[in-house]
């Protein structure tokens, strides 16, 4: 946050792009995330082990007092444990050698920003991230991705993901700190 006090102190605008991951612990492909372990150094029997984690899970659904029938789980990491979300993190772990754009990560909230004189650099981290999405079959959810524009001054840039435009905000609750 640091940075972002200097861009306002010298009265610089920036811009700040919120994207969020739809359904992004359920959508994992379990082919993909193996794929990409064994790249990181994960092999042998801890790789067999979490592909073994990873298998053979059902879920049910409860209402009131109703319990659907079991249902094979095919993608996804299991939320609620302590693996699920390191696994997570494993999976988006390349993300960070395709952005130029300072960011941060939580879970599966990203936020990019930039001063609003690099309209290119941010524009370009935006279809860098888009294709990312879309290449590890886990797509944003661009209905909850926004722009916000900071400063005075601030032109009030337009983005884009895909051929979406991304709405902008006055105001966000940001769950990730720099």
Avoid at 54 to 80: C, E, H, K, M, Y
Avoid at 122 to 139: E, F, G, N, R
Wanted: aromatic share 10%; with cysteine.
């Amino acid at each position: 946050m640091s940075e972002w006090t200097r861009s306002l102190d010298s009265e610089r605008p920036f811009d700040v792009v919120y994207l969020d991951f739809s359904k992004a612990f359920d959508r994992v492909p379990k082919c993909r995330l193996l794929l990409k372990l064994s790249y990181l150094g994960i092999r042998g029997h801890l790789l067999r082990w979490i592909d073994s984690f990873l298998s053979d899970r059902t879920f049910r659904v409860r209402i009131g007092g109703a319990l659907s029938r079991s249902v094979n789980v095919l993608s996804g990491v299991p939320q609620g444990s302590v693996l699920g979300p390191l696994i997570f993190i494993a999976y988006t772990a390349d993300i960070k050698d395709i952005l130029t754009s300072p960011f941060a990560m939580y879970a599966d909230d990203i936020k990019l920003y930039n001063s609003c004189n690099n309209i290119q650099r941010l524009t370009q981290d935006l279809h860098a991230i888009y294709k990312w999405s879309l290449d590890w079959l886990l797509p944003l959810n661009v209905d909850k991705c926004t722009v916000l524009h900071v400063g005075r001054r601030n032109p009030g840039h337009a983005y884009s993901l895909g051929n979406m435009r991304l709405g902008s905000t006055d105001s966000c609750v940001d769950l990730v700190f720099l």
